[in-house]
């Protein structure tokens, strides 16, 4: 409690808590929050300027309001983000629970096939998954789970190979409690924290993803307002409207990097040596 009331004094803190809360605010009540319809075309007023009246960010090539669609494409980011991320987890932490326990030949052909999976670059697995199973909201969150999940049970299998040898795991094995209840009541709250932090990361990681893969046309259908489809239908109008390409960049810079401080600020919080680094300097 104390390490939370000394780290809520921390400005970049509050400013991630802060921008995280709005944009899983605008995330849940986009429909209610956009103030007309974001699909809505409207050629006389295509290419209109931010500030202009009814249109405080301006229009987009075919006179749809940007404020609208910036507002309903937080919805995509925010579904890829908690399905991907907590489906990942999930596969992750079994297999690596059961890889780090078992041990044996089980441990072995498993880190095997982790390690391979992971020697692939997250992004191109992703492009390549999107690419064979094609654009759509279920196909990306797909793709980034089967890239994803790889990092949680090279993580989980670490914490495990320690933690199982500590005393009160062999003191629980000695009484006679069997396996399930040693990893499902011992082991895994102890490992718990840093998969928190680590889910906490990958979320930023995932948004930047889902943005990419959007920019290049793998991402959900094009109907479907997103950031990153925005930021790919507004690179072709830099020179004569910047506001089209600028502003959902921005917002995914400013969400993305909100999420990693609260992810650092975690980490501060639940790991001793972080905290204790931080309270010397």
């Known amino acids: 409690m104390k390490a939370l009331v000394r780290n809520l004094r921390s400005p970049a803190l509050v400013i991630a808590l802060v921008a995280c809360a709005i944009f899983l605010f605008v995330g849940l009540f986009a429909h209610w929050l956009t103030p007309m319809d974001p699909n ?3 050629l006389i007023n295509r290419l209109k300027p931010p500030m202009t ?3 405080p960010l301006g229009t987009d090539q075919l006179g749809r309001d940007v404020l609208s669609r910036l507002i309903a494409g937080t919805q995509v980011p925010m579904i890829v983000a908690a399905v991907s991320v907590s489906l990942s987890v999930i596969i992750g932490v079994a297999v690596g629970l059961f890889s780090g326990y078992v041990g044996g030949i089980a441990d072995t052909v498993l880190m095997r096939l982790t390690d391979t999976w992971m020697a692939f670059p997250f992004i191109l697995l992703a492009i390549a998954f999107v690419g064979v199973l094609g654009p759509g909201l279920q196909n990306v969150i797909i793709a980034l789970v089967a890239s994803q999940w790889a990092i949680y049970v090279r993580l989980v299998r670490g914490q ?3 933690v199982k040898e500590r005393e009160f795991v062999l003191s629980a094995r000695m009484l006679g409690v069997s396996d399930v209840r040693i990893v499902l009541q011992h082991i895994l709250p102890a490992v718990l ?3 928190t932090i680590l889910a906490t990361l990958e979320v930023g990681i995932v948004i930047a993803t889902e ?3 959007s920019f290049l046309g793998l991402g959900v259908s094009a109907s479907q307002a997103t950031w990153g489809g925005m930021l790919s239908e507004g690179r072709a109008y830099l020179s004569s409207a910047w506001w089209l390409a600028s502003l959902p960049g921005i917002i995914i810079f400013l969400v993305v990097m909100a999420i990693n401080v609260l ?3 975690i980490r501060q919080m639940t790991d001793p040596r972080a905290s204790g680094s931080a309270a010397a300097a």
């Open 211 to 213: 943005a990419s893969l």
């Open 263 to 265: 992810g650092n600020e």
């Open 160 to 162: 495990v190979l320690s």
């Open 53 to 55: 009246p009814g249109h």
């Open 40 to 42: 809505a075309q409207n």
């Open 193 to 195: 924290p840093s998969v």
